[in-house]
């Protein structure tokens, strides 16, 4: 009878130590928490705006050469190679841009490195195209490193359902410290406006981020697409903005962000 007890009690006994042994490992995976195991976005020369496709589409090599032709460079200056281009189309007319970036270097890691870029966006005029709006900017030779279109965060698309097409366009640089000590200027183009958000990172002379007082006359849906992408840019490390940023531009319109 005792031996027949033993062999009942010993299985019982390694089936309790198992499931000991499994339920400190849950525990352990319930603590490692969504923002731990998020691995940031890493942002490249390669990546394209992301486009509605009832509006804009890609244009290809071919079509960027036959639309920005030598003369439309040399017209709107345009001196350095053009990257990527595209072409949007709505009910107000037919838009083209184009993306061009100047190559500094290639570092031993393989990195590609720019120190000027511009970007000119075209509207067609009849037989013609007229410039709409242009960017033209640099690195700071003193301490940033490269500069260069953010188009992860770049879109086109009709956010607030009116039928025309809006343009967010990001680019920005980086510096001894990679991206927290770059800068980041994004651009929204709606309804014939440009509005700017401008921020620059720092961790020893305080961040500083200005954001234009016409921000707030934007549809709120494109408000808001604005701030999830600021939202995301701080999740990926591409910037720090200040202390309660969401809070001061959502409920007290601020037109300047500063940590001292």
């Known amino acids: 009878m005792n031996k027949f007890l033993l062999v009942l009690v010993i299985p019982l006994v390694l089936f309790s130590c198992k499931q000991q042994s499994k339920e400190p490992k849950k525990e352990a995976e319930q603590t490692t928490s969504p923002e731990e195991s998020y691995t940031p976005i890493t942002l490249k020369n390669s990546d394209t705006l992301s486009l509605d496709p009832k509006f804009a589409k890609r244009l290809t090599p071919q079509e960027t050469a036959s639309i920005f032709t030598r003369r439309i460079k040399r017209q709107y200056e345009v001196t350095y190679p053009i990257r990527q281009a595209y072409s949007y189309q709505d009910e107000a007319g037919s838009y083209y841009v184009a993306l061009a970036q100047d190559q500094s270097e290639i570092t031993k890691e393989g990195d590609t490195l720019y120190d000027k870029l511009q970007g000119l966006i075209l509207t067609k005029k009849g037989n013609g195209l007229k410039k709409k709006s242009s960017i033209n900017d640099e690195t700071d030779n003193d301490w940033e490193t490269s500069i260069f279109f953010w188009n992860h965060y770049s879109e086109i ?104």
Request: net charge positive.
């Open 157 to 260: 698309k009709d956010f607030d359902n009116d039928g025309l097409a809006d343009l967010i366009l990001v680019y920005g640089t980086t510096g001894q410290e990679d991206y927290a000590d770059g800068r980041m200027k994004m651009m929204i183009y709606h309804k014939g406006k440009r509005i700017t958000v401008r921020h620059q990172n720092s961790d020893y002379d305080g961040r500083l981020t200005k954001i234009s007082s016409r921000f707030y006359s934007l549809p709120e849906q494109l408000q808001k697409v604005v701030i999830d992408k600021m939202r995301a840019m701080t999740k990926n490390k591409h910037a720090t903005f200040s202390a309660n940023w969401e809070n001061k531009m959502m409920k007290d319109k601020a037109t300047q962000l500063e940590d001292l």
